[in-house]
């Protein structure tokens, strides 16, 4: 789980740079990361894992384009926000997937991982500093954690409809349709650096993405929600290798929250 959530802002690192350095549309972005993470997916996993049948399942339908428009929101807002301050915003994302697990999923109530998921989000405030005014891109960034939450939660609830390759080819194939009317027309002038920053994202997302479905397969949602804030610590650190965003101290604390939050989840795995 946490590789997985490393990887995932490792692909949105590519897109931010896609869209700062290059001027590339978010749609074209999220596009080209579910059509090239498909194609690529297709041609490694078992062939009993290739399940066309699985996009006509409204479930499947359903789970794909929630992360298909989180993932388009997070790309608009990493526009004009650091991606430190967007994956803050976006971290209303575990709390509504522990929400919707206990509530949907009947999974149990846990006040300890309760305790963990409020010490993740007061890790978060510190980062990402309350206060400092809902800008459109952090919007963006929020509604982005609304749709991941819901995904999240999803996903824990067909653990068992199919394989963890059947389910994410399903949910690349099903992106990359609903995407193509609005990505292709942004397609951008071919360039070397652009078609490798397109790789490097969609490689990134593909594996992330696949790792959280075999996590999901093995430990309740509620379990993962506090794991998934180590995606704000891969972010962070991204920031400051990729982009020179040097955390202050306030944040620096959060982050530590953070690694606490997560490292109480991990020991608690047993329960």
């Known amino acids: 789980m946490v590789l ?3 990887l995932i802002p490792f692909g949105d690192t590519a897109g931010k740079l896609m869209s700062g350095s290059h001027g590339v549309e978010p749609f074209f972005i999220a596009w080209s990361r579910f059509a090239v ?3 690529l997916l297709v041609l490694v996993i078992p062939h009993r894992d290739r399940q066309f049948a699985l996009l006509l399942d ?4 359903l789970r794909a384009l929630l992360i298909a428009c989180g993932i388009v929101s997070i790309l608009t807002a990493l526009e004009t926000e650091t991606i430190a301050n967007v994956y803050g915003a ?3 994302g575990p709390a509504v997937s522990y929400a919707l697990s206990v509530w949907l999923l009947k999974e149990p109530l846990d006040p ?3 305790g963990l998921l409020l010490a993740g989000l007061a890790g978060v405030f510190l980062v990402v500093k309350p ?3 809902m800008t459109p891109g952090l919007g963006f960034a929020v509604l982005a954690g609304l749709f991941y939450g819901g995904y999240l939660a999803a996903s824990r609830w067909l653990r068992d409809a199919a394989s963890p390759g059947a389910m994410l080819l399903s949910q690349l194939i099903i992106g990359a349709v609903v995407l193509a009317p609005f990505g292709i027309p942004s397609l951008p002038a071919f360039s070397g650096a652009i078609a490798g920053l397109v790789l490097w994202s969609a490689l990134a997302s593909m594996a992330g993405n696949l790792l959280l479905v075999f996590a999901y397969r093995l430990r309740p949602a509620s379990h993962m929600a506090p794991l998934i804030y180590f995606q704000l610590v891969a972010a962070t650190v991204y920031g400051v290798l ?5 955390p ?3 944040a620096l604390t959060g982050l530590g929250i953070l690694l606490v939050s997560g490292i109480g989840s991990m020991a608690m795995r047993g329960r």
């Open 4 to 6: 997985a959530m490393s």
């Open 37 to 39: 993470g498909a194609a």
């Open 58 to 61: 409204w479930r499947m339908v």
């Open 90 to 92: 976006f971290f209303v």
């Open 112 to 114: 300890p991982r309760v």
């Open 131 to 133: 206060g400092f005014g």
């Open 242 to 246: 990729f982009f020179d965003s040097w």
């Open 248 to 250: 202050d101290m306030l």
